[in-house]
């Protein structure tokens, strides 16, 4: 069975950081790419950041050059790392896994995490 576990959300002052993580089981996590999505009240989910299985990434207009993702297979985690955060980055960040093969696309989510910014 697989399963994606996020953690590291709270609540943080704008400027402030936070580390979220993503932990994997029941599947090789090098084979699969990993992004970070958010949802706020009242919008649509949205993507944050993606990194490959081959190692690019790519990241939203609004959040580049504050944020960063990373993974470490050893840990079959995955991290999105926050700075400079804003009233406007509030939302629940959910992790996914996504791979295709033979021409089948194959995802998983997990449950989310909420993150608000507020002073």
């Known amino acids: 069975q697989v399963q994606l576990v996020e953690s590291g959300g709270g609540l943080v002052q704008p400027g402030g950081s936070l580390r979220l993580s993503c932990a994997a089981s029941?599947?090789?996590?090098?084979?699969?790419?990993s992004a970070w999505y958010r949802q706020a009240p009242g919008k649509q989910r949205e993507l944050v950041a993606v990194?490959?299985?081959?190692?690019?990434?790519n990241y939203a207009d609004s959040v580049k050059g504050r944020f960063t993702i990373s993974r470490d297979n050893a840990k079959s985690t995955a991290y999105l790392q926050m700075n400079s955060l804003k009233p406007e980055d509030t939302a629940v960040y959910y992790c996914?896994?996504?791979?295709?093969?033979?021409?089948?696309?194959?995802?998983?989510w997990g449950q989310g995490t909420q993150v608000t910014v507020s002073s």
């Open positions: 029941g599947i090789i996590i090098d084979n699969y790419g």
């Open positions: 990194l490959s299985s081959a190692g690019t990434t």
């Open positions: 996914n896994a996504y791979r295709i093969s033979l021409g089948a696309y194959d995802n998983y």
